[in-house]
T-cell receptor, first 117, second 110 residues
Framework: GAVVSQHPSWVICKSGTSVKIECRSL??????MFWYRQFPKQSLMLMAT?????????EQGVEKDKFLINHASLTLSTLTVTSAHPEDSSFYIC?????????????FGPGTRLTVT | QKEVEQDPGPLSVPEGAIVSLNCTYS??????FMWYRQYSRKGPELLMY????GNKEDGRFTAQVDKSSKYISLFIRDSQPSDSATYLC??????????FGTGTSLTVIP
């Protein structure tokens, strides 16, 4: 089956620093990737949709200058949390959709837990 | 009001029991309904997908959609310890933007 990896799985950083999270589709090309955030006991919240080679589409309320998304290749998308603050601490999870597949066929990565101290 | 409501549980059942998981929603435009299963420290994986109303069966799993009541269900027959996971419902009106429930934690006791 389709596999999506994320790196790192867990990261701790100091307030004010930037953190980059990678999302890779290992055995398929992903024209579309999604980034979600999940707070404890809350649902997955879509942050942005990224298409290879074009700018990401951010959901309302998500600061695009703070959460930089780059989808430079068909197998890699990155999320950079810039000038992180403790309130950015959360579980970030990406998913990828193969070309031609409907979006409900998105394959999820294992997630990255970010803690900002 | 949240778009999607799901009882977080936890739900604990003996092996072999029938499990019923449910979600309610408020947006009558939703027509794509999904159930995902998420094991600890793993990403969600698609279990069942239903378009519009009706039932869909796949092995021990049955998904039901009642659009008139804005209510969806996932039934697991002959539950196994390997079914222990968090189950998330998700819905979409267009097939592009998805709204997830908070997930229900299920434990099947041998």
């Amino acid at each position: 089956g389709a596999v999506v990896s994320q790196h790192p799985s867990w990261v701790i950083c100091k307030s004010g620093t930037s953190v980059k999270i990678e999302c890779r589709s290992l055995d398929f090309q992903a024209t579309t990737m999604f980034w979600y955030r999940q707070f404890p006991k809350q649902s997955l919240m879509l942050m942005a949709t990224s298409n290879e080679g074009s700018k990401a589409t951010y959901e309302q309320g998500v600061e695009k200058d703070k959460f930089l998304i780059n989808h430079a290749s068909l197998t890699l998308s990155t999320l950079t949390v810039t000038s992180a603050h403790p309130e950015d601490s959360s579980f970030y999870i990406c998913s990828a959709s193969p070309p031609g597949d409907p979006y409900y066929e998105q394959y999820f990565g294992p997630g990255t837990r970010l803690t900002v101290t | 009001q949240k778009e999607v409501e799901q009882d977080p549980g936890p739900l604990s059942v003996p092996e072999g029991a029938i499990v019923s998981l449910n979600c309610t929603y408020s947006n009558s435009a939703f027509q794509y309904f999904m159930w995902y299963r998420q094991y600890s420290r793993k990403g969600p994986e698609l279990l069942m997908y239903t378009y519009s109303s009706g039932n869909k069966e796949d092995g021990r799993f049955t998904a039901q959609v009642d659009k008139s009541s804005k209510y969806i269900s996932l039934f697991i027959r002959d539950s196994q310890p390997s079914d222990s996971a968090t189950y998330l419902c998700a819905m979409s009106a267009t097939g592009n933007q998805f709204y997830f429930g908070t997930g229900t934690s299920l434990t099947v006791i041998p």
